[in-house]
C-alpha cells in the first residue's frame, strides 16, 4: 500500500508534467530522440514533387502508372533513467531538493517517452545499486517508477556512478536512451566506463544543482556536515575570502566535469532546485534538433 500522502505527492505531480507533455515536450522529445531506423510502410500513386528515387518501378509497371514507396520511422525506444539517490541529492536550500527535482524530470520525461510509445525504465543508485526497475510501457508503469524514485530509502549515503555505468553495460545490451540525474559532486573517476557506455547508448548527462554549491551567502559561522560521509567542518562564510575560495573550488570542478563531457561528446543540461526546468530542457532539444 502507499501511503496517502505519497499517492497524493505522485498525483498532484502526474497532473503537473503530463499537462507540460501535452503542450511542450511530447513532440519535442520525439523529435530529439529519433528512431533507429525506417521501414517499408505502403505504396501510392505518384504525386507532383514526390522524390523520383522513392519510384516502386515493378509496382507502377503492374498498374500502368508511376507508384511511389512510403517509408516510416521505426520509433519505438528504451528511455533509462539512471538516477543518483546518495546523501548529497536530499539538498536543497531554496524550493525544492534535488530528489524532487529528479523525480519531477523523471515524470516529464516517462510521460514523453510514454506519448511516443517508447518503453522507460528506472535505475537508483548511491555506491551500490539501489533499485532497477526493467524497461515497460503504460501509464500505471510510469507512475510505478515515480513511486520508486519517491519512496526510494537508499542502503548507502556515498556516490560511485561507475557502480551504475557498469551494471548498465551488463543488463542493457540495446542500444538505449541513457540520461544520468546526478549532481555528479565528489564521485570517483567516471570517465573510462562513461566513454564505453557511450559507444553503446545514446547517454544526456541531468545536472542537479542547487545554487548554494556555487555561491554561498554571507551569514556568518557555520557548520557543514556532508550528506554523503557525515565529516563535519566549520567555515565562516562572513569572510569574503573564503567565499571567493570557495566560488573557485565549485568553478573549477565544474569546468573540469563540462570538459570530460566534451571530451565524450555527451550532452549536459544543469537544472537548478530554485529554478524552472522547462526552458532548459526545451533548448536542450532544441540543440539536438538543430544538430540532427
Not at 504525386?47 to 512510403?70: C, E, F, H
Not at 510510469?142 to 556516490?159: E, I, K, M, N, Q
Not at 543488463?171 to 570517483?188: N, T
Request: net charge positive; aromatic share 8%.
Amino acid at each position: 500500500m502507499i501511503p496517502r500522502e505519497l499517492f497524493q505527492k505522485i498525483r498532484r505531480l502526474e497532473v503537473r508534467t503530463r499537462g507540460l507533455v501535452d503542450s511542450l515536450f511530447g513532440g519535442e522529445y520525439h523529435t530529439a530522440f529519433k528512431g533507429q531506423g525506417i521501414t517499408f510502410a505502403e505504396v501510392r500513386p505518384y504525386q507532383i514533387g514526390d522524390d523520383v528515387r522513392t519510384i516502386d518501378w515493378n509496382v507502377s509497371a503492374r498498374m500502368g502508372a508511376p507508384y511511389v514507396k512510403l517509408f516510416e520511422e521505426e520509433r519505438e525506444q528504451t528511455l533509462l533513467l539512471v538516477v543518483d539517490v546518495s546523501g548529497s541529492q536530499g539538498f536543497g536550500v531554496r524550493g525544492r531538493t534535488k530528489r524532487e527535482l529528479a523525480a519531477e524530470i523523471c515524470a516529464v520525461l516517462g510521460f514523453s517517452a510514454l506519448r511516443n510509445h517508447d518503453r522507460v525504465g528506472l535505475l537508483l543508485f548511491s555506491d551500490r545499486i539501489e533499485a532497477f526497475v526493467p524497461p515497460r510501457k503504460g501509464r500505471r508503469h510510469v507512475l510505478r517508477l515515480v513511486r520508486d524514485l519517491y519512496a526510494c530509502r537508499p542502503g548507502s549515503t556515498h556516490t560511485d556512478l561507475r557502480v551504475a555505468l557498469d551494471y548498465l553495460m551488463r543488463v542493457q545490451h540495446r542500444r538505449a536512451i541513457i540520461l544520468l540525474l546526478s549532481d555528479f559532486l565528489d564521485m570517483p573517476d567516471f570517465e573510462r566506463p562513461l566513454r564505453a557506455l557511450a559507444r553503446r547508448h545514446d547517454v544526456v548527462a541531468l545536472q542537479l544543482q542547487d545554487p548554494v554549491e556555487q555561491t554561498w551567502p554571507a551569514v556568518g559561522l557555520i557548520e557543514l556536515v556532508d550528506a554523503e560521509t557525515g565529516r563535519r567542518r566549520w567555515i565562516d562564510t562572513g569572510s569574503a575570502r573564503v567565499r571567493a575560495h570557495l566560488a573557485e573550488q565549485a568553478r573549477r570542478r565544474q569546468a573540469e566535469l563540462e570538459a570530460c563531457f566534451r571530451r565524450l561528446q555527451i550532452d549536459h543540461v544543469c537544472l537548478r532546485t530554485d529554478a524552472d526546468y522547462v526552458e532548459p530542457l526545451l533548448a536542450f532539444f532544441h540543440r539536438r534538433n538543430r544538430r540532427r
